[in-house]
C-alpha cells in the first residue's frame, strides 16, 4: 500500500509563499521597485526572499540602504559583500552628505532617525522609485501593526492610516498616480521567531553582533551600550565587560545590547521564544521618545 504524499506547507513554508507572492506581485504592478536593506535580519530575508522569488535571474531591481553614518562597521562591510554576491545594484541615500549639503540639520540626541526620512524622499524622487520594499512587521511596534502590506503614499511621500486599501484574499491594490508610491511590507505577517526560524533552515550568514560575545558595555537609562567612537560613555558610566548580543541593527549611538548566552542561532530561537518584549522596545533608544514616536516619523514618510 503507497502512501499518498502530503501537499500540506508548513507554517514558515506557507510566510514564505505569501513573501515570494508579494515580490512577484509587485515586480508585475510597479515599474521601478526597490529593496530595502540596513543589513539586519529583516532585510537579510527579504533579500533571501527576492532571490528565490526571481531564481535563476538575477533580482530584477536595485537595493537601497539609508546610510546614517552611525552604522556598525560590521553590518556595512556584510551589506557590501552581499550585495557582490548577489551581483545587484547598490544605491546609498548618504545621511551625512544630506547634512553636509543643509538639506538636513543633526538633532540634538544624538538621533538621526527623524533626519534619515527627506534623504529617503529625495533619493526615491532621484530614482524614480515606485515601490520601496520595507522589512517591518506587525509584531514589532504598534504603528507598524497598523499598516496594510501594500502601503500607500501620497505625493509627498506620507502615510495616513485613515486612508489605506482593502486587502481582501491577498489582492494587492498597487495602482498610483504620478508621484504617488506604495511602501510594501513582504515580512508583514512574520513575527521575530518566524524570522529567526527562516534563517536558521536556510543557513544564512548573518553579522556577527547577532550573537553573544563578551563586549565592552556601559549602562545608560536601563540599556546596555557599546563602549565605541559612536558612542562613548558619558562621565559617571563605567564600561565593564558583559556577554551580550543584538536583537537589532539600528544605528551605533543608540542601539543597545541585550545580556545574552546565545552563541549559535539555535541558542537565539530558545532566547527569542520565551521573551515577551519586542527587539524595538527592549534596544531601541530613539523609540522611547514617546509612545507615538515611530507613527509620527511614518506619517512624515519614514519607512
Same mark, same amino acid.
Given at each position: ?7 500540506r506547507l508548513s507554517h514558515l513554508q506557507a510566510l514564505e509563499a505569501e ?8 515586480? @508585475? ?39 546614517t553614518g552611525l552604522n556598525f562597521p560590521e553590518v556595512i562591510d556584510f ?146 551600550? @557599546? ?77
Amino acid at each position: 500500500m503507497t502512501t499518498a504524499p502530503d501537499y500540506r506547507l508548513s507554517h514558515l513554508q506557507a510566510l514564505e509563499a505569501e513573501s515570494i507572492h508579494i515580490f512577484r506581485e509587485v515586480a @508585475a504592478e510597479l515599474e521601478r521597485p526597490a529593496l530595502m536593506f540596513s543589513g539586519g535580519k529583516d532585510s537579510i530575508v527579504m533579500l533571501r526572499l527576492a532571490e528565490k522569488a526571481f531564481w535563476p535571474a538575477r533580482i530584477p531591481f536595485p537595493v537601497l540602504h539609508v546610510d546614517t553614518g552611525l552604522n556598525f562597521p560590521e553590518v556595512i562591510d556584510f551589506r557590501d559583500r552581499r550585495v557582490a554576491q548577489l551581483k545587484v545594484e547598490l544605491v546609498v541615500a548618504s545621511v551625512p552628505d544630506a547634512i553636509e549639503r543643509g538639506l538636513v540639520q543633526p538633532e540634538p540626541n544624538g538621533s538621526r532617525n527623524r533626519i534619515q526620512t527627506p534623504v529617503l524622499l529625495e533619493t526615491a524622487r532621484q530614482h524614480r522609485f515606485t515601490a520601496l520594499f520595507g522589512g517591518a512587521r506587525r509584531d514589532e511596534e504598534k504603528a507598524r501593526a497598523k499598516e496594510r502590506i501594500f502601503s500607500f503614499r501620497d505625493e509627498f511621500g506620507q502615510w495616513d492610516p485613515k486612508n489605506q486599501r482593502p486587502e481582501l484574499w491577498n489582492l494587492y491594490n498597487g495602482r498610483i498616480h504620478l508621484g504617488e508610491s506604495i511602501r510594501v511590507f513582504p515580512l508583514s505577517n512574520w513575527t521575530e521567531l518566524d524570522v529567526w526560524y527562516y534563517i536558521g533552515a536556510q543557513e544564512l550568514e548573518i553579522p556577527d553582533l547577532y550573537l553573544a560575545r563578551g563586549r565592552e558595555v556601559f549602562e545608560r537609562d536601563g540599556m546596555l551600550y @557599546a563602549a565605541n567612537d559612536l558612542c562613548p560613555p558619558r562621565d559617571g558610566e563605567t564600561v565593564f565587560t558583559a556577554k551580550v548580543r543584538y536583537r537589532t541593527m539600528g544605528d551605533a549611538n543608540l542601539t543597545a545590547a541585550v545580556r545574552s548566552e546565545a552563541e549559535t542561532v539555535d541558542r537565539i530561537i530558545d532566547e527569542i521564544a520565551i521573551t515577551r518584549l519586542t527587539e524595538r522596545g527592549a534596544t531601541r533608544g530613539d523609540d522611547r521618545v514617546s509612545e507615538a514616536a515611530m507613527e509620527d516619523r511614518k506619517k512624515e514618510g519614514y519607512f
